[in-house]
């Protein structure tokens, strides 16, 4: 028995079966103190069946290779249906083969040896440890290299496929001088070893802890704000968030009924790609077989798009964007692929010294915190203050507060400093004044 002929029997009960094989090779390893902590080398193989009777839609989740197991439950949950809600559901079957080479998958993958996986982490710790006499802990280091394939398979026989590779690493270290003690962090992703930023890792999460020592409360006041770029990672996932068209069918984004009106700054663009060559959020094809490419969300600060999957598209009769990612709860989520900020004007830090009162933000606490509807947040800095660009001193346990759409409406300076944590590619951005709170 294979897996199409499991279709085929089904589709003698359902009117429709979708079925997302997801395999994942996984090793990974984390040392401390130049020695191994732990080594994790693990295989996973997850079955989603999404199946679809009388316009109602029922999903779940096999884990391993059974595929009586698969039969099995196909067969028990027919009664399911009779307590469904009929909501006109239909699962994609506009799909199409991506035949673009995307460069998702390094063969370097199948050469790496144990001892070079090791030898990259032990790298990453001893970048942070000689940065700086101030480093006196590196609290963990891992580097994971991973294989993942996909295969859709559609009830008329038709399946995709695809194969990627991916290689992450991260460290948390300890800086301390005179009592006081300060964290930094750092994390790199690729999708070819020979982009993987190792020897970098390290340093910068050294350079953040190290920059953060005799850190104080400052003043309470209105001072310029920089997002570092670290920072404007967490605050893009945010706004994923509020350009989710399910969170808006939901009522739960202030994006709502904003399509075609202005949301940010001029200077400001946003778009999701997955089509973007060796790209960390790429793909062929998402989830439910759609696939996709670029979509505008933000262009000069006008909102022009929203991320959709299937359901939503139809839903909001607008097209379907290719961003749909099913959960291990097997809910079909959306999610962007590589999501870049861009600024029309590129600037560098020398325009620091043209302000006074700048905070540069290199540390947050409560980002996830901020509420979706009103866009109000109330988060937790650190980082560095600066006065007409001229470094003055570390700062911290201060509290920003205002809103995501008064941030966006008030960019100033867009830097020159891109990067790409793991399909969030963005530089730092400098906002006009807001309220601090301090001492």
Known sequence: MDYLTIIEEGLKVYDDIQLLI??????????????????????????????IKDGK?????????????????LNEVKDIFLYLTNENYELNRNYSKYDKELYLKDNFYYKMNNSQLVNTALEIEASALNYSKYVKNVRYTNFTATLEKKYLLFSDGEVLTEESTNFSGSTYVVAEKDGDSQSGYDFSSSVYFDDFEYNLIGQRAAIEAVSLLGGK??????????????????????????VNAENILKNKSLMKDMLGKEVASKN?????NSKIERGVG??????????????????????????????TSKKLNQKNTGNASITGSVKVD???????????????????????DVLLVT??????????????????????????????????EMVLTGNITDLLKNVIAVFDDTR?????????????????SGS
């Open 268 to 272: 400001l663009s946003i778009v999701d």
């Open 22 to 51: 997801v395999e994942n090779e996984t090793k990974k390893v984390t040392v401390k103190h130049g020695e191994i902590e732990d080594f994790l080398t693990s295989i996973n193989k997850d079955h989603f069946i999404r199946i």
């Open 363 to 396: 540390d947050v606490m409560g980002m996830h915190m901020a509420d979706p509807i009103s866009g109000d947040f109330s988060i937790g800095i650190s980082g560095i203050y600066f006065k007409n660009g001229e470094e003055v001193t570390p700062f911290n």
């Open 282 to 311: 790429s793909y062929c094809f998402d989830d439910e077989g759609v696939v996709g490419g670029r979509t505008e969300i933000i262009k000069n600060g006008i909102l022009k798009g929203i991320l959709h999957n299937n359901f």
């Open 420 to 436: 790409d944590f793991g399909g969030v590619i963005t530089p730092s951005i400098m906002f006009d004044k807001f309220m601090v």
């Open 334 to 356: 959306i999610s962007a692929s590589n999501l870049i900020l861009s600024g029309e004007q590129i600037v560098n830090f020398d325009v620091l010294k043209d302000y006074n």
């Open 217 to 242: 409360k400052l003043k309470s006041g209105k001072y310029y704000i920089v997002f570092k770029n670290t920072i404007m990672a967490e605050f893009l996932e945010l706004i994923e968030y509020l």
């Open 57 to 73: 839609h029922y999903s779940f989740r096999v884990s391993g290779g059974d595929l009586k197991e698969i039969k099995k439950v």
